[in-house]
């Protein structure tokens, strides 16, 4: 390690946003308050700004953008310099945002990077914060913006962005799935094996299991599809409800996300249902969620 | 006043005894403690049996409470013969049916069979489950009522039952610590309305949900949680229409002296406070 190496921090320290690209905002937009219960940002620059928590947003519904984002906020302005490096060498895409793009996304800097697979990924500095508390527009218990699920065509590759480039550890593996810590939380981003790109889900913190269960029955009266859970993932401990949201997006409640200690190893879990579920709920609309039994 | 110090069995009839023997095993999980001919004992816990199927009307079935001693057990035949209630005695053939050493049947104001055993048999030999339902043990029962007000002052007045928390005028009452031990349920007729064993976890509660389904038990309610007692629930339908309730985190009434039943509204939300519905034991929605 070199000197200047190991004056740097870690690059990512916080998942702060995803940005999904709909055609219809103004549907997704009622989604986001009547259903998931976010709080709205009322903004010149996007109209369709969410909370879920302390931040200014942590959800952007872009109507303008072709494919979905999200927001790694980076420790700082050389580590940044020094990830923008790294990314040349290794070959990524990488492009330094314009005071616009900085504008609509409420940070001071981003670099929009292209993993492996073909995800935008916003490396940011200094995202922006609200003075005011988040007040929700219902009583879903949302804690905040917690993790997101990300499709990966090549595993190898992506992980040589979220680890060696940007300081991520991979705290768990099921099958080939594999869980990202950034912080002290478990993961906060997973990547799953897929022959696309793209979102597998985005998922909100709550407060409760109660939360979880009462948003269950709440979802379900209204005829809106569960695709996975309730349940409970046996490497993060996580108690999850995944359903169907607008244009294909798929979001998730979860409580009891474990934090992991120091001495952590990285485990590996069978490929079957039961490792993504230990109590037995399967998935059958998300081929990522799932296991083909070896033939 | 009967003092009853703890749940003590159920006792049913079983149209088909190898049915009720493959759910108990395979989905409800417990133990075939023993086989004797016509009866088929069932354990949940370190006692002996908490669960006897016999060969017989479904519709036959008794609810036993166990006592502390004979002489409470004379006293409390004394109080129901005096109230006008017809106590039967048990022969010891019948105290050996049920591994008491001795007991005592009546019917409460609704017609519920009930009995008051002394000192049901416990087992040295501890509790394997057939299944990993997680069961710690047998917990309550839903006795059906045709007047909740009648069996209520039965239960309270005569016995020595409390009440913890009341839905409309549906009491849930307890012997001990255990929030309830008793619930009243409105029915047309006597009859045990639900048998709870309870779990070791919320994990164990939405496992079961998972498990049954996958076996196609009729799940008639939840998983769920009771506001009242805090409990997290799973009811689902065992042979001959029986409804079995697992459930986890009963509170306990910490202060006897202190606790006052708190009143709830006669409402589904009473019942669950994650908004799970049942047409078959709920109230009808409003």
Known sequence: ?295 | MIELKDLSYVRMGASNLEEAESFATKCLGLQVGEQSGKALYLRSDDRAHTLCYFEGDPADQTVGFEVEDESKLDAAAATLDQLGHPVHAGRPTECVLRKVKAFIGFKDPTGNQIELAVRPERSGKRYFASRDAGITGFSHVGLSTTNPARDEQFWTQVCNARVSDRIGDIALMRVNAIHHTIALAPGRGPGIHHVNHQVESNDDVLRSYYHLSGQRVPIVFGPGRHPTSGARFLYFKGPDGMVFEYSVGVDEIEDEATHRPRQFGFEPSSLCMWGSRSAALLPPKS
């Open chain 1, 1 to 295: 390690m070199t000197a200047e190496q190991s004056s740097l921090r870690s690059p990512a320290i916080q998942l702060c946003y995803v940005r999904l690209a709909v055609a219809q905002p103004q549907v997704a937009a009622a989604f986001a308050t009547e259903i998931l219960g976010l709080q709205h940002v009322p903004n010149d620059l996007e109209p369709f700004l969410f909370r879920s928590d302390e931040r200014y947003h942590t959800l952007c519904l872009a109507a303008r953008t072709d494919r979905p984002s999200i927001g790694i906020e980076i420790s700082g302005e050389p580590e940044l310099e020094r990830a923008a490096k790294d990314l040349a060498i290794s070959g990524f895409l990488a492009r330094e945002a314009t005071a616009e793009e900085c504008a609509q996304r409420f940070v001071r800097r981003a670099l929009i990077v292209e993993d492996a697979t073909g995800n935008t990924i916003d490396l940011v500095l200094r995202p922006a914060m609200s003075g005011r508390r988040y007040f929700p527009s219902r009583d879903a218990g949302i804690s905040g913006l917690q993790s997101v699920g990300l499709r990966s065509r090549s595993i190898k590759d992506d992980l040589k962005l979220w680890t060696t480039i940007l300081g991520a550890r991979v705290t768990d593996r099921v099958g080939e799935v594999t869980y990202l810590a950034i912080d002290q939380k478990h993961h906060r981003v997973a990547l799953y094996p897929s022959d696309k790109a793209g979102l597998v889900y985005v998922g909100y913190g709550v407060e409760s299991m109660d939360a979880v269960m009462q948003n269950k029955y709440f979802v379900q009266e209204r005829q809106i599809k569960i695709v996975h859970g309730p349940g409970r993932e046996p490497a993060s401990g996580q108690i999850f409800l995944r359903f169907a949201g607008p244009e294909g997006y798929v979001f998730s409640y979860g409580y009891g996300l474990k934090d992991i200690g120091a001495g952590h190893r990285p485990r590996q879990f069978t490929a079957e249902a039961s490792s993504l579920c230990e109590w037995g709920s399967e998935c059958a609309d998300i081929a990522e969620l799932q296991f083909v039994p070896a033939s």
